[in-house]
């Protein structure tokens, strides 16, 4: 999805909210990454964007530090 690293599973811990999480430029989508489509960026999130990571975790009311998101196990197939 992304073009410039893997695009995983992450969940924010104190939501419980899953997203997916581009380990090289930290791009964040609220989507599955099988649906996102997602090609550009937007401050707000809106439908068909995504977010950086600090920004989504602020808008949440939270900052980036340890323990503040936790990846998913990868599903095959």
Avoid: K
């Amino acid at each position: 999805m992304c073009e410039q690293g893997w695009v995983v599973p992450y969940r924010i811990i104190a939501t419980g909210e899953n997203i997916q999480l581009c380990l090289e430029c930290e791009a964040v989508w609220s989507h599955d990454v099988q649906t996102l489509g997602c090609e550009r960026y937007s401050p707000d999130g809106e439908q068909g964007t995504f977010w950086s990571l600090v920004p989504f975790l602020e808008e949440r009311g939270l900052s980036y530090t340890p323990g503040t998101i936790e990846a998913l196990p990868l599903h095959e197939g």
